[in-house]
Structures are given as structure tokens and as C-alpha cells.
């Protein structure tokens, strides 16, 4: 962590005093300061949006992780414990810089979960899992699934209990291509004649997926050790805590079928994984 | 002394999780992930340092109730020592040969699946997440790029110390570290 004195120190010099607030998400303690005029409502707003359910206010006195803001000439910097993470010319960008970290820190620490960068929904109240990294088109595939009859779970995380149960984690679903293909934009799954799902369900389908022009559907079945191998690259706490990671992963993988394939338009893959749904029997 | 005739397994250092039909071991000293499928799996867990391979051999004939070549779980061993998942590294036995010709060679007279250990590094959380390969200027916004300052949007972020910037006007946002960063201003 950058020091306390330094901090007070860079605050004396612009004249202004520490400014904190605390949160907790997942029972991840995280303390946000800065030594600049900030209103963290703006913080507040984004982190409500981006953590859905997930996150409250807590005492300045309970925290394990720590993120500091502070300018230096017309540089906006962000800091992770000791380390400078992220700079930018516009204070925007740094926010959205802080609200990811903050993310990120949750999604890697959280007390019991696993999560695993990936999208999520339920058919017939069984959850399909798609792990991608960003830009792989998740978010796109996800919200074709819910305008075929998908319930919505998450386009960004799969939250795992540790009986391989999924949790909702209904953000806004972050759109790209209607301003520019990299620009976000935050949906309600209502946009697209859906609804978000309210309870823990079990996992019937873990699909590694990405998008090739005219890609044909050639699913593979995996074993368990070589799915969890190809879910491994996108878990967040697989560092952090391994050996419960490693087991609520083999949970998922005993009851689910994982597999993997190319996939052309998310429209075509979105009904073809409806009607696999309505077809399979699965062994949950 | 080095015996390359008992390997032993290590133990230390790893979390073990058993599948169905693998072995899932997880380094935490290199932050690796290696999956053995059954035939690296049951080489493994016989290397007690006392078994000769001689013996393993004849415990996995019994197991299987196949006759196997000695050098197919000398494959094992060698992969098991490669991955550090011995107490001691054991020289291979097939040094010189390349590894495709020593799996031609086993195979042709194997019935049993040949041991196949696969591994990778295990990301860290802003990796788990992070966009694979650098993107294109466009994302870096408010056309920051072309002046080579930090961008705003290699979302979600770049590993410490680096940072989301431009190695030069025009190019590309990619994460790059600070002293380049500020080189490039």
C-alpha cells in the first residue's frame, strides 16, 4: 500500500484532506481512497450497477484490499496496495479502470465462490456456462440465447457455490457494436424480452466456445479433467485459493457435460443450445 | 543418492484433486495445472520411492490385464520428472530420441493409452479475464494513441507494472510498462 504518511502528504499539498469509503461484496472487504476533490457517489452509482445485490457500504476500520486515486500533473492515477495499476488523461477512464479492479479483486477473493469469467443462463432451470475471455462474443451469444426463451443469468461472471451451484449475477448486459465494436453499452435483459434469474441452479452445460466466420457446430464432449483444464484459464481464484477452486470445479464437472466447438452466428448457435437443452436428458 | 530405478513422487507443494477418469495436481510453487490421464496417473501414485519399475510394470499388467512395454511407464516417468512431479529429477531415458519417435515406438505396441500429461500456467485473476492479444487503436479512445499517451481502455487492465498504452503514435493499445509509457510521451 502506498504509505499513509505519503498519502497525507500528497493531500497537504493539494490542500484537501484523505477522503475514504469502504465496501464489502462476496465478503470481500475493499477501501477506496483519494487525496482530490471526489464525489464518490459516481463510485457508488458504477459499483451498484456493475455488482448487482452484491455490494454495501462498511466501517473505514475494516478492509484487506485497498485501491488509492490521486493526479499527478494532468495524469489520473489508480493504485492497488503498493502498485500503480492503471493512469489515464480523463478521470472517467480511471474510474472505469477502479470500478474493473474493484471487480476483479471481488471476483478473486470472494468468501465461497468461484467465478469464472463466462456467461450465464438457464434453460428449463439448468445453467448453461460459456467461459471466454473479453472480446470472444459472449455478451453477443448470451443475449441471443435470452431472446430464444434463456433466462439470464450473468454475461460476465459464473458465480459457483461450493457444490458447483450457479448464482445469479445479473448486471446490465455490456453490449459492444451498437456505438463502436470496443464502446460499451449497458442493457436491462429486459431489452431483449427477457428476465434475470433469482436462485442457485446446477450446472448442465459448460460450452467453450469462440466465434469463426462459417465455423461448423462439431461439439467434442470432454472429459472432466480436460474441461476443468479449459475452464482453468478463465477462473479468477484458481491462484488464490486452488484446492477449493479445484474441487467446486469437479463438482460442476461430474454433473455436467463440458464441451467444445467453433461456433458460427450467435443466432444459430442460440438455437441449436435451446434445442439441445430440450432434448438432452441430463444426469442432474 | 539419485535411484532413477524408485522414483518418488512429490508431495509437498501440490493440491490433488481426483475426476472421474484424471488426476488434476496443482503446483503452488510455479502456479501450474497438470491433468494425468489414467495411465500417468496410476505411474504416479506407485512412484513411492521404493517400487522398482520393473514393479510398476508388473502392477499395472495385473491392473489392466494387459501386457505392457517398460518403456511406456518409463514415458510416464519421464513426463512426471519433466513436470517437477517427482522429488527428483530422473534422467531421461530416452535422451537423444526425440519425443514423437518414442511415442511411435511405444505405440505400435501398446493396447493402453499412452500416458499424456497436459499443463498450463494458471492465470492470475486480471488475466483470467483480460482480452487476448493487443487491441486496436480504436479502443485506446479519445484518440490518446496517436500521441502516444496512456489509453483509457485496455479493459479490463494490464498486469502491474505495466499499463495500457501506446509503444508509438498510430500504434496499436497494448499494455506496456511505465518507463516505456513515459518514453513514449
Given at each position: 500500500?502506498?504509505?499513509?504518511?505519503?498519502?497525507?502528504?500528497?493531500?497537504?499539498?493539494?490542500?484537501?484532506?484523505?477522503?475514504?469509503?469502504?465496501?464489502?461484496?462476496?465478503?470481500?472487504?475493499?477501501?477506496?481512497?483519494?487525496?482530490?476533490?471526489?464525489?464518490?457517489?459516481?463510485?457508488?452509482?458504477r459499483?451498484?450497477k456493475k455488482?448487482p445485490?452484491?455490494?454495501?457500504?462498511?466501517?473505514?476500520?475494516?478492509?484487506?484490499?485497498?485501491?488509492?486515486?490521486?493526479?499527478?500533473?494532468?495524469?489520473?492515477?489508480?493504485?492497488?496496495?503498493?502498485?500503480?495499476?492503471?493512469?489515464?488523461?480523463?478521470?472517467?477512464?480511471?474510474?472505469e479502470?477502479?470500478e474493473s479492479?474493484?471487480r476483479?479483486?471481488?471476483?478473486?477473493?470472494?468468501?465461497?465462490?468461484?467465478?469464472?469469467?463466462?456467461g450465464?443462463?438457464?434453460?428449463?432451470?439448468?445453467?448453461?456456462?460459456?467461459?471466454?475471455?473479453s472480446f470472444?462474443g459472449k455478451t453477443t451469444?448470451v443475449a441471443?440465447?435470452?431472446?430464444?426463451?434463456?433466462?439470464y443469468?450473468s454475461d460476465e461472471y459464473?458465480?459457483?457455490?461450493?457444490?458447483?451451484?450457479?448464482?445469479?449475477f445479473p448486471k446490465m448486459l455490456s453490449m459492444r457494436g451498437i456505438i463502436?465494436?470496443y464502446t460499451q453499452m449497458d442493457l436491462p435483459v429486459?431489452e431483449?424480452?427477457?428476465?434475470?434469474?433469482?436462485?442457485?441452479?446446477?450446472?448442465?452445460?459448460?460450452?467453450?466456445?469462440?466465434?469463426?466466420?462459417?465455423?461448423?457446430?462439431?461439439?467434442?464432449?470432454?472429459?472432466?479433467?480436460?474441461?476443468?483444464?479449459?475452464?482453468?484459464?478463465?477462473?479468477?481464484?484458481?491462484?488464490?485459493?486452488?484446492?477449493?477452486?479445484?474441487?467446486?470445479?469437479?463438482?460442476?464437472?461430474?454433473?455436467?457435460?463440458?464441451?467444445?466447438?467453433?461456433?458460427?452466428?450467435?443466432?444459430?448457435?442460440?438455437?441449436?443450445?435451446?434445442?439441445?437443452?430440450?432434448?438432452?436428458?441430463?444426469?442432474? | 543418492?539419485?535411484?532413477?530405478?524408485?522414483?518418488?513422487?512429490?508431495?509437498?507443494?501440490?493440491?490433488?484433486?481426483?475426476?472421474?477418469?484424471?488426476?488434476?495436481?496443482?503446483?503452488?510453487?510455479?502456479?501450474?495445472?497438470?491433468?494425468?490421464?489414467?495411465?500417468?496417473?496410476?505411474?504416479?501414485?506407485?512412484?513411492?520411492?521404493?517400487?522398482?519399475?520393473?514393479?510398476?510394470?508388473?502392477?499395472?499388467?495385473?491392473?489392466?490385464?494387459?501386457?505392457?512395454?517398460?518403456?511406456?511407464?518409463?514415458?510416464?516417468?519421464?513426463?512426471?520428472?519433466?513436470?517437477?512431479?517427482?522429488?527428483?529429477?530422473?534422467?531421461?531415458?530416452?535422451?537423444?530420441?526425440?519425443?514423437?519417435?518414442?511415442?511411435?515406438?511405444?505405440?505400435?505396441?501398446?493396447?493402453?493409452?499412452?500416458?499424456?500429461?497436459?499443463?498450463?500456467?494458471?492465470?492470475?485473476?486480471?488475466?483470467?479475464v483480460?482480452?487476448?492479444?493487443?487491441?486496436?487503436?480504436?479502443?485506446?479512445?479519445?484518440?490518446?494513441?496517436?500521441?502516444?499517451?496512456?489509453?483509457?481502455s485496455?479493459t479490463p487492465?494490464?498486469?502491474?507494472?505495466?499499463?495500457?498504452?501506446?509503444?508509438?503514435?498510430?500504434?496499436?493499445?497494448?499494455?506496456?510498462?511505465?518507463?516505456?509509457?513515459?518514453?513514449?510521451?
Amino acid at each position: 500500500m502506498k504509505s499513509e504518511s505519503k498519502k497525507r502528504e500528497s493531500a497537504k499539498r493539494k490542500n484537501t484532506k484523505l477522503k475514504k469509503i469502504s465496501i464489502e461484496s462476496y465478503g470481500v472487504k475493499i477501501k477506496i481512497e483519494t487525496d482530490m476533490n471526489l464525489d464518490f457517489q459516481d463510485i457508488k452509482f458504477r459499483l451498484a450497477k456493475k455488482l448487482p445485490d452484491a455490494f454495501k457500504l462498511i466501517p473505514n476500520d475494516i478492509f484487506e484490499h485497498n485501491f488509492y486515486i490521486t493526479q499527478k500533473d494532468s495524469i489520473f492515477e489508480l493504485h492497488k496496495e503498493a502498485e500503480k495499476v492503471a493512469e489515464s488523461e480523463t478521470f472517467d477512464a480511471l474510474l472505469e479502470q477502479l470500478e474493473s479492479y474493484i471487480r476483479i479483486t471481488v471476483a478473486e477473493y470472494a468468501v465461497g465462490k468461484v467465478f469464472i469469467h463466462a456467461g450465464v443462463v438457464a434453460i428449463n432451470e439448468r445453467a448453461l456456462i460459456l467461459p471466454a475471455k473479453s472480446f470472444h462474443g459472449k455478451t453477443t451469444l448470451v443475449a441471443e440465447l435470452v431472446k430464444a426463451g434463456a433466462v439470464y443469468y450473468s454475461d460476465e461472471y459464473a458465480v459457483l457455490d461450493e457444490n458447483g451451484y450457479v448464482h445469479p449475477f445479473p448486471k446490465m448486459l455490456s453490449m459492444r457494436g451498437i456505438i463502436d465494436d470496443y464502446t460499451q453499452m449497458d442493457l436491462p435483459v429486459e431489452e431483449f424480452g427477457g428476465n434475470a434469474g433469482t436462485k442457485p441452479i446446477p450446472v448442465a452445460l459448460v460450452l467453450i466456445t469462440e466465434y469463426k466466420r462459417n465455423a461448423k457446430w462439431k461439439p467434442q464432449e470432454l472429459s472432466a479433467g480436460q474441461g476443468i483444464m479449459e475452464i482453468l484459464p478463465h477462473t479468477l481464484p484458481i491462484r488464490n485459493k486452488p484446492e477449493f477452486t479445484l474441487n467446486v470445479l469437479n463438482n460442476v464437472a461430474e454433473r455436467a457435460i463440458i464441451t467444445k466447438t467453433k461456433r458460427a452466428e450467435a443466432n444459430v448457435t442460440a438455437r441449436l443450445l435451446i434445442s439441445f437443452f430440450e432434448t438432452q436428458a441430463f444426469k442432474i | 543418492m539419485i535411484n532413477p530405478q524408485t522414483p518418488m513422487a512429490r508431495k509437498n507443494g501440490l493440491v490433488i484433486q481426483e475426476t472421474t477418469e484424471e488426476v488434476l495436481v496443482y503446483d503452488l510453487e510455479t502456479d501450474k495445472a497438470h491433468c494425468l490421464n489414467r495411465t500417468a496417473a496410476f505411474v504416479w501414485k506407485k512412484c513411492d520411492g521404493k517400487t522398482s519399475v520393473e514393479e510398476i510394470v508388473k502392477q499395472f499388467e495385473k491392473q489392466t490385464g494387459s501386457r505392457i512395454e517398460e518403456d511406456l511407464v518409463w514415458l510416464a516417468i519421464d513426463q512426471l520428472s519433466e513436470r517437477k512431479l517427482l522429488e527428483k529429477t530422473v534422467a531421461s531415458k530416452f535422451a537423444g530420441e526425440s519425443r514423437r519417435s518414442v511415442l511411435k515406438k511405444i505405440g505400435f505396441a501398446s493396447v493402453i493409452a499412452l500416458p499424456v500429461i497436459a499443463s498450463l500456467v494458471a492465470p492470475t485473476a486480471v488475466l483470467a479475464v483480460a482480452c487476448s492479444g493487443v487491441q486496436t487503436a480504436s479502443s485506446c479512445g479519445s484518440g490518446n494513441c496517436n500521441r502516444g499517451t496512456p489509453c483509457s481502455s485496455c479493459t479490463p487492465a494490464c498486469v502491474a507494472p505495466a499499463v495500457c498504452g501506446c509503444s508509438g503514435a498510430g500504434a496499436s493499445c497494448e499494455c506496456i510498462t511505465p518507463a516505456f509509457a513515459k518514453k513514449a510521451k
